[in-house]
Structure formats: C-alpha cells, structure tokens
C-alpha cells in the first residue's frame, strides 16, 4: 500500500480533505470516517489519519474528483460547528495510529506451568566454572557510556561510527565523555579558536554585517501579519494557518515514522533547551546566506551549535545565549556582536509563531544534513525526533520558552572573550593614527607653503639680477660707443682663422665674407662687398652692428655673435690694409 499525498484544511463548519491518488481505480474506493477516525482507500492507495478533532456523518458531506490532477476532494461537517481543528498542518502527527486504550496490564507474571515444556532446560549446570577475586569497581566503570542525542536518549553510536566522527563533531570520543568534561574542553577550543584581529576587522569594517542586518527571512512577513491579527482578533489559534508547507515538505513529513517519546521532567526541559540552541544557529545560517543555501551550511550550523557539535546540555537559557554568542565570535565567516542579538530575535519570532514554524525551520535543517555526507548522522541522533517530537507540543509550551527567551539580557563582557577591552585599544590606536596623520598633513602644507615662499624669492632675486645685467649692458654699450677700436681688436682673436677673399671691385680691394643675419632663424648667407679704400662708412656701419650685437640677450644663437664678431674682424681688419 502507498501513503498518497494529502493535505487538510478548514472552515468553521466543515474539514476538508484533497487526497492526491494519480494512479488509483476511480471505480473502487471506500472512505470511512467516524469521530477522530478517517480511513480512504484506492487501490493502490491507503489513508490512514487520526484527527485532532470529531466529525461527524449528518448527509452535508460532499465528495469530488478532479481526473486532470487525480486529486479526492472530501469534505466532512464538524461535530462541533465554530471548532478550530489545532495541528492540520502536522502530518506525521495525524498518520499517527489512535492508542489503543485496555486495562490490560502491560507487564504480567506467567505462572510457571503456563511455561512450555520445550522452554524448559533439564541440562545439569556446571560448577567447573573459572573463578576471579573480587575487585571493587566504580560506579562510572560499570556504566561507562555516556548518553547524547534526543533527550539523551541515545548512546554508544559513534563506537562504530569512528571514521565519521572527526567531520561531524568537535568532541573526541563521547561516548566516554562526561557533561561536564565536554563543556570544559568546548571552553578551552573556543578560547583557542578566538582571532581578535578577525574580530576587530568585522567590528570597524562593518558595511556588509549592516547589510546581513537588512536581510527579512521569509519569519519577519509571517511574524508581521501574527501580530497584525492578533491586534484585530484574539484568538491565537488560528496565526498557526499563517505558515504553510510546500510539497516537497510534506513530503518528508509523510517519511517520518511517528514515535512516542517517554521523557521525565529533567530530559523535557533539555529537549526544548536544545531546541533553542539549534534555533540560534539555524537563524545565524539563514540570515548571513539571505535564505540561498550553499556548501557550508551544514557546517554553520553544526558548528554554531554546541548541542549538535559537542553534544552540550543546559540549564538555563542564558548559558545558552552566552555559548551561541562565543561561537559566533570565532567560527564562521562574519563575527560580530550584532549578528549574535539579532538570531536571537529571529528565533523568538519563530517560537512565538507556533510550532508549524518550528517545525518548517526543522525539516530545512533535516534536508541540509541529509544532503551532506557526514551531517546525516546528525539528523538520526536529533533532527528527525525533533520533527516528530514537536508536531504534538502545545503552542503554549513554545510561547512560554519565547518569553524566557526575550528575558534574557546578553551583553559582551559575559562572553569571557575581553571584548571590550579589545575594542578600546582598538579605538585608542585609531585616534592615534588619525591624530599622526593630520600631524604629518600640517607639516605638509608647512612645507608646500615655505617652498612656495622661497620659489617667490628666487623669482624676485632672479629679476633683481636680470635688471642688473641690463644696466650692465647699457654701460657696457657706452663704454663700446665711445672705444670702437679697443672693442673691435678684443673680438678680433677668436675670428682670425675665418677664411676670407679679396675681391677686385671698380679698381678696388673688397673682402667677400658670408655673414649671417642677426636673426638666427633666418639661416640666409648675407655677402658684403666694400672698397678698401672707403673706411669711413664701413667704421660706421660696423659701429651700428656692434651696438646691435651688444644688446642681444644670453639665449641668443652663437651664430649672431659670430656674425657680429666676423664683422668687427672685418672692420678692424679694413684699415690696416
């Protein structure tokens, strides 16, 4: 027989069943319904379910089948017209078998002629047996197995589960270690694991933590509309209808076997502590992958969670904060303060929102660990009771751990991490540079500001000088007016090896010279012919290009200086022939 896929929901007067059987026989079905009882049967199908409320058979009810989808639309008139039906959404919980109810004693004493014969041993015992002293053993040696696991229910797993052990859990052997050995060991590792650099750099560069801030889960809308309707209504039964499940979910819902737990009063309290624990991390995970799961999921959250890595138990919930809040601190990728007060927030929004809530942030862990190698141990020894265990927890019992939840004060100094301190030298050491830096940006523009002083001052020197060449020059060209000759035989020397010609012009001897003009980008070859024996205009001509050849500044070619020299050369020259 197959489990077909079903879901159930309600009005005030009527409970409605859509029982999905593609493959089944229309023609042949049955349903039976009477009180909490229903039963649907299509070969190859059968639907077993226990509901949490009475209905009843008065003629109201209606069947349908739409053939396109294979779907069973049923619907039943409550007993109870106005009843709320509490938990529709748990389906493990309604597949569940009624209880069987007897007054039958469970153990009995069975008389020994009741015994069959062939149970009966007639062999004669052995007295030759091996026999050792006595030794006292200690209570702890005589049970040395520690237990772990749903409510400490479980133990002895991981001595054949040795290979896995190192990638699931941080603790070494625990089987063999007690409660509080493993807190003292977990202690010392966060202690090891704490980088205050890595601490510091998240705390000053915080621009993608305030982003993870921002982040909404898809509780923040669910959590919003609760408190919209509880303001207009106060009945706080019917928020639970605010979450629903997707196929997928129900489906894992139908592959859960349903189990009862016997838990005293001191394992309950640590199953809803517990519970807490993995909230914690499982809120962290989501809101710093914005809900998109990748590779290092089930690590984060087995991490975060001592519970799951170190097989942690509580006694109160602040124990609790303070554990989540040093592994926050020093495992995953973003560790700050802020990230640790806001999962706690997130989880009392999902704990005050019912246990459909809890329950759909359970089965998400449960696919994450079952599609991690290592994590799926994880899900047997926790994960899958707790998906059982709480579809039948009143919403009562979770509101009142929300409250104890919200009570709870967390601050840095009780982390035992010296955050504070950490944070002030931090401080410290940024005023310091910051103080060095503008320090070094005043000797800066000091510098800039002198330099740009002496530049000034150079330029005035640099004029002053310039003005005193220029009167040096006019003094020079007065002492050349009125010493043409003396002036001439000075310049005379350095142009003695010019090669020159004597040329016969009109019965007279010329020199034929190539002079360039005193404009050097010119370039023009300038040819001068006089008689030699005219010298009175040619002193004079040669008076008028020396005054010219004086007044020309230092950046001047050299050309025009030979030019000038070439004729002074030439005037000299002219009279003495």
């Given at each position: ?212 801030l921002k982040y909404n889960p898809w509780w923040t809308d669910k959590y919003s509309k609760m408190k919209a309707f509880l303001e207009k ?44 624990d993995i909230l914690l991390a499982y809120c962290y995970e989501t809101r710093v992958t914005e809900g998109e799961k990748n590779v290092e ?247 008028e290009q020396l005054k010219t050849t004086v007044q020309v500044s230092e950046p001047k070619s050299t050309t025009a200086v030979n030019h ?14």
């Amino acid at each position: 027989m197959l489990t077909p896929a079903f879901d159930l929901s309600q009005d005030p007067d009527f409970l409605t069943i859509a029982i999905r059987v593609p493959y089944a026989r229309v023609s042949e079905f049955d349903v039976y319904f009477e009180g909490s009882d229903f039963k649907f049967y299509a070969k190859p199908y059968f639907l077993r379910l226990t509901l949490p409320g009475r209905i009843v058979e008065n003629g109201s009810e209606q069947g349908s089948y739409d053939a396109d989808k294979g779907i069973f639309t049923i619907r039943l008139p409550k007993e109870t017209p106005g009843q709320h039906f509490e938990g529709l959404n748990m389906l493990t919980a309604l597949l569940a078998p009624r209880k069987s109810r007897t007054a039958k004693p469970l153990v009995e004493e069975i008389d020994a002629s009741e015994i069959p014969e062939e149970v009966v041993d007639d062999e004669e015992f052995d007295w030759e047996i091996e026999q050792t002293p006595y030794e006292e053993v200690s209570e702890s040696a005589l049970n040395p197995q520690c237990h772990y696991g749903f409510g400490n229910l479980r133990s002895g797993v991981f001595q054949r589960l040795q290979d896995e052990l190192n990638d699931v859990i941080d603790i070494k052997n625990p089987d063999f270690t007690p409660a509080a050995e493993r807190r003292q060991k977990r202690l010392a590792a966060e202690l090891a694991k704490f980088d205050p650099d890595h601490y510091l750099a998240d705390f000053f560069e915080d621009k993608a933590i305030e982003q993870i801030l921002k982040y909404n889960p898809w509780w923040t809308d669910k959590y919003s509309k609760m408190k919209a309707f509880l303001e207009k209504s106060q009945e706080e039964e019917n928020h639970a209808a605010l979450v629903s499940f997707s196929e997928e979910e129900k489906y894992q819902l139908r592959k859960f076997v349903n189990k009862s737990y016997l838990l005293d009063k001191k394992a309950c309290r640590q199953v809803y502590y517990s519970l807490i624990d993995i909230l914690l991390a499982y809120c962290y995970e989501t809101r710093v992958t914005e809900g998109e799961k990748n590779v290092e999921s089930a690590w984060n959250i087995r991490k975060l969670s001592p519970t799951l890595c170190w097989f942690e138990t509580w006694t109160n919930v602040h124990e609790i904060m303070v554990s989540f809040g040093r592994r926050v601190l020093c495992y995953p990728l973003y560790r700050h303060f802020k990230l640790v007060m806001k999962a706690c927030s997130d989880t009392i929004k999902i704990l005050q929102l019912g246990k459909s809530a809890v329950l759909k942030c359970l089965l998400d862990i449960h696919k994450i660990f079952q599609e991690n190698d290592p994590a799926y141990i994880l899900n047997d020894l926790y994960i899958s009771d707790y998906c059982v265990w709480i579809q039948k927890v009143k919403s009562k019992k979770l509101a009142a751990l929300a409250e104890a939840l919200k009570e709870v004060s967390l601050t840095k100094a009780q982390l035992g991490l010296e955050l504070e301190e950490l944070e002030a030298a931090a401080l410290l050491v940024q005023e310091e540079e910051t103080a060095l830096k503008a320090a070094h940006s005043v000797s800066g523009q000091q510098t800039l500001c002198s330099s740009s002083e002496a530049s000034d001052s150079e330029d005035s020197d640099s004029t002053v000088s310039s003005g005193n060449e220029d009167s040096d020059s006019d003094s020079e060209q007065d002492e050349l007016k009125d010493s043409p000759s003396e002036t001439v035989n000075s310049l005379q020397g350095p142009f003695l090896e010019e090669s020159s010609a004597l040329l016969i012009v009109d019965g007279g001897v010329c020199r034929n010279t190539a002079i360039q003009e005193s404009d050097a980008n010119q370039g023009k070859p300038l040819a001068s012919s006089q008689p030699l024996g005219v010298s009175g205009p040619l002193i004079e001509e040669l008076e008028e290009q020396l005054k010219t050849t004086v007044q020309v500044s230092e950046p001047k070619s050299t050309t025009a200086v030979n030019h000038s020299n070439m004729q002074e050369r030439d005037g000299r020259q002219t009279p003495n022939d």
